[in-house]
């Protein structure tokens, strides 16, 4: 037999070769060109249950049912297939395929050798619809499931609005098919009429995201981050805007969730902002339409604003402050109450019975419940900074919003009939007059909501930044002085638009650095939050935590401002951190993180959502896979393609997290980059310091198909 080059040269093209004596002859064989073209790896065909048993036997030493780096196993698992060749097995694709039943699959090697953010990319892209609900009868099984009931009662009911009448039809039909008793209960949300195929019509509910695990309610802060994600998902946005703008008109405000027992609860309000980032997104060829979708969209948004967040009592009228201020509600939450329940001699379900019917009263619990209820309205449930305080305080998140939404709504600024607008400039006086003229008698104008925008910002300047701090702080409006707690909210007039070019300098410079670590950017400063004991444990939305809300609007802050090489400095860092994660444990993507140690694995006050699962995760945490998408956005290739090497933020950047640069790593531990990046934050219990198995066995159960 004849062998012929496969090199394309001219100089060695159809020449004979004679073929080596031996196999073994390696050095006699002509070396393969760069251009030469790839031969494809032939496929292997496996059997999914022996491979499942096979690789857990091997590598799932702690029987958690997730292979990670803290397994004691081999990080490569290696079978001999058909008598022919070893594959080595790093990242198969089985658990998925066990779940659609699947009793073969064939594998295929190119997505073995995947770029790993390629492949964690890939998964969230094709996640989104593990993640994604519909209120309607199909959808109602899994809508209904609610993790937070802790009344014991698991019956589901639907509750729907009193203008809705054929919506009320539609569920009665689906009640006598299902079962659908006792409270408390999912509230409807926004449905489109439809022909049901019998040339009749029915209902059918508008799909939305979920963050994901036991969050199974529409968000809020999602929906924002959602639209800017840049996932093609532009449509579910669109979506989740058509349930807020229904919750406005028939519930009066954008619920912190879609429970019944949530009625009195807003959400951080980002409905301007997402409405008129989704609209630059929509198909201009039916801009009309579009038009009169965004009119919806800010005409909701207007009501909500003059009825939630400048009325009182979350205005404060001598300031022109707005709060975090819920109205009552039933509160269940059974730790608080218990002295006070052995007080009167009573059961906790019977004093939580009488308190709520306000038969007993206890004015320090009321107290209580009014900041507990603000904190969890502000979407930073819980942390230090607004503990027992929460409600008294004008926070710079809201006011930054609340500025960024009169700038939205000044550029289409509709009338809204029959509102009846809050009095503009506030004060005691004008607060203190019933009278009030309708929206309908009174136009509002770009003008005017130019002017609400300027005093938000002119009010920002006067309670919460502070010169010689270099930073914003939270105003309290009954102690009438700032909060001097250090968060990373401080950053969000950044995005808003509606920091000075000289108060965007020093907060770059002076306290970004305060709140950098190695994993990205903390809630707050260590020295805010204070010292941690058994009768003082820590909260999640304190040091040393990293959530993705804060990640993504303080990088678009920087880019805003023009400090992009700090936004990819700090979205490079978030990012790592992720994926050092998805590398070492199964193809975790969690709810939020410890940046300062790398890790998922802590416990704080709830845990960590979205880690509890069995041999491979089927979506990732929403908000979490939100901020990576974003994040990818700031990276440059070059950066994309350190992250996806694991590449330490210390070794990228030469330089230590206080910004000093030092010198290049020495080759001894050029292969041990996340064991170089732990030891420059030095910790007593470090995971696994000092030892990187390259792309270990994380993805051994990685989803078949995504």
């Known amino acids: 037999m004849v062998y012929h080059s496969r090199s394309r040269t001219y100089s060695s093209a159809g020449h004979a070769l004679k073929r080596p004596v ?75 395929a066990r779940d659609h039943n699947r009793k073969r699959i064939v594998l295929d090697e190119a997505r073995l050798t995947e770029n790993l953010v390629d492949r964690l990319s890939r998964m969230i892209k094709n996640s989104w619809h593990s993640l994604t609900r519909r209120i309607d009868g199909d959808g109602l099984e899994i809508i209904c499931a609610d993790p937070k009931n802790r009344t014991g009662r698991i019956q589901p009911r639907i509750y729907v609005p009193h203008h809705q009448p054929a919506m009320v039809e ?37 799909p939305f995201v979920v963050i994901g695990a036991r969050f199974n309610e529409v968000p809020v802060q999602l929906g924002f981050l959602l639209h800017i994600s840049r996932t093609g998902q532009v449509q579910m946005a669109k979506g989740l805007v058509e349930h807020f703008i229904f919750e406005v008109k028939h519930y009066n405000k954008i619920l912190n969730d879609s429970r019944s027992y949530y009625l009195a609860r807003s959400q951080p309000p980002f409905l301007t902002d997402m409405a008129l980032q989704i609209y630059n997104q929509l198909d201009r060829s039916g801009l009309e339409a579009n038009r009169q979708w965004l009119k919806r969209a800010i005409q909701a948004a207007i009501k909500e604003y003059h009825t939630i967040w400048v009325a009182e009592p979350p205005m404060d009228p001598k300031t022109g402050l707005s709060r975090y201020r819920p109205e009552d509600g039933d509160d269940t939450f059974h730790a608080h109450p218990r002295p006070y329940a052995a007080k009167h001699g009573l059961s906790i379900n019977e004093f939580s019975e009488r308190y709520n019917n306000e038969t007993i009263r206890e004015p320090e619990l009321d107290e209580y419940f009014l900041h507990d209820r603000a904190v969890r309205e502000s979407g930073h449930d819980t942390t230090y900074r607004l503990e027992k305080r929460c409600a008294n305080l004008g926070t710079i998140d809201l006011q930054s919003l609340l500025c960024s939404n009169s700038r939205g709504i000044r550029r289409r600024a509709w009338a809204r009939g029959g509102l009846r607008p809050a009095r503009f400039p506030p004060s005691v006086e004008s607060y203190a007059n019933p009278h009030r003229s309708r929206s309908s008698t009174r136009p509002q104008s770009s003008a005017e909501w130019f002017a609400r925008a300027e005093f938000r910002r002119e009010a920002i300047d006067k309670y919460y930044w502070d010169e010689s701090k270099g930073l914003y702080f939270d105003y309290d409006t009954v102690q009438e002085k700032q909060s001097l707690y250090e968060s990373a909210t401080s950053f969000w007039p950044l995005w808003a638009g509606c920091a000075s070019e000289e108060q965007g300098r020093k907060l770059v410079s002076e306290s970004l650095k305060k709140f950098e670590v190695l994993g990205g950017l903390v809630s707050g400063t260590e020295e805010s ?101 974003v994040g990818l956005s700031f990276l440059t290739n070059h950066m994309r393609r350190a992250v996806a090497a694991c590449t330490s933020p210390e070794v990228f950047f030469r330089r230590t997290i206080m910004g000093e640069h030092t010198a290049a790593p020495p080759s001894s531990v050029a292969n041990d980059l996340l064991g170089l990046g732990m030891e420059s934050h030095t910790h007593p219990n470090p995971i696994r310091p000092g030892i990187r198995h390259a792309t270990v066995t994380a993805f051994i159960l990685s989803a078949i198909g995504t």
């Open 529 to 629: 939050r204070g010292k941690i004991s058994l009768d003082r444990p820590n909260r999640q939305w304190d040091y040393p935590y990293a959530w993705p809300p804060h990640q993504i609007v303080i990088w678009v802050g920087l880019e805003r401002y023009g400090y992009l090489e700090d936004a990819q400095c700090l979205a490079y860092r978030f990012l790592y951190m992720m994926m050092t994660a998805f590398v070492d444990f199964n193809g975790v993507v969690p709810e939020k993180f410890d940046a300062v140690r790398l890790s998922h694995l802590f416990d704080a006050e709830y845990g960590n959502q979205g880690i509890d699962f069995k041999m491979v995760p089927r979506e990732g945490f929403g908000w979490m896979n939100a901020a990576y998408q």
């Open 170 to 206: 539609y569920y009665r039909k689906i009640a006598s098919e299902k079962s659908l008793n006792s409270k408390p209960g999912i509230l409807a949300l926004a449905m489109n009429e439809v022909d049901d195929g019998r040339g009749g019509g029915t209902f059918k509910g508008i």
């Open 22 to 96: 031996f196999e073994d002859d390696w050095h006699l064989r002509l070396r393969r060109m760069s251009h030469d073209e790839k031969s494809r790896p032939a496929p292997c065909r496996i059997k999914v249950e022996d491979i499942i048993r096979l690789v857990l036997e091997q590598g799932d030493t702690d029987g958690g049912f997730q292979i990670s780096i803290t397994d004691a196993g081999p990080k490569i698992f290696s079978r001999y297939s058909y008598q022919q060749w070893i594959q080595d097995f790093r990242h198969t694709k089985i658990a998925l």
